[in-house]
């Protein structure tokens, strides 16, 4: 009877861990059908003091919205509080660095975020993977240029509810998520954010 209920188990993880980074597709309001299906970190979320700024633009501070109500680290140990990020259209990159599809979204995300500093935030978040790898990936794909974050345990992730890599969610001024999915080698990602900042 054991067997029973280990082999599906068993051929569930296997097939989520050959998905890889999965199929594209995206869907402006969620990542339901169309979506790809790729494997969610397992930790529990667990409540984080909030660290000091990144000395970024405080934005609404302690009215920032609800979204943006999260801390972190950073890939390089520095602590980071997206309350920071209020105020302006954000873009969230989830990422592994052992992720073909988002080495190709890479060069991309480093463009927007760099044409648009200081008028939308561009953050990096990492999973699936241990931070040492997640660092190598940020110096091989020279995305350095903006935030990323090590969300070893899936914290933010399961925020949001993305549930694979090479995802973006892209939040409007106030918070409202206005995207989410798969931009094949990013493309269409600075007409979304130009959308929203002018």
């Known amino acids: 009877m054991r067997a029973r209920t280990l082999l599906p188990a068993a051929l569930a993880a296997t097939l989520l861990t050959v998905a ?3 199929a594209e597709g995206g869907s402006p309001g969620g990542s339901g059908p169309g979506g790809d299906t790729g494997a969610v970190p397992s930790a529990e979320p667990s409540p984080a003091p909030p660290p000091a700024s990144d000395g ?11 979204a ?12 980071f509080d ?4 209020a105020g302006k259209p954000t873009v969230l990159w989830f990422w592994a660095p052992w992720c073909p599809k988002c080495r190709a979204q890479a060069a991309e995300t480093a463009r927007v975020a760099a ?11 990492a999973g699936l993977d241990g931070n040492a790898a997640m660092k190598d990936f940020v110096a ?8 990323h974050l090590s969300d070893e345990a899936g914290d933010v ?3 949001f509810e993305v549930t694979e890599q090479s995802h973006y969610v892209i939040l409007d001024k106030n918070g409202k998520t206005v995207y989410e999915g798969v931009l094949p080698g990013g ?5 979304k954010v130009a959308g929203l900042t002018g």
């Open 68 to 79: 943006l109500r999260f801390t972190g680290t950073t890939v390089d140990g520095e602590p």
């Open 82 to 85: 997206a309350k920071t990020l």
């Open 115 to 125: 044409e648009y500093t200081g008028k939308a935030n561009v953050v990096g978040v």
């Open 140 to 147: 091989d794909t020279k995305t350095a240029g903006f935030p």
């Open 157 to 159: 992730w399961k925020r």
């Open 20 to 22: 890889g980074c999965g």
């Open 56 to 66: 970024g633009d405080t934005g609404g501070g302690a009215d920032a919205p609800e």
């Open 187 to 191: 493309d269409g990602l600075a007409e």
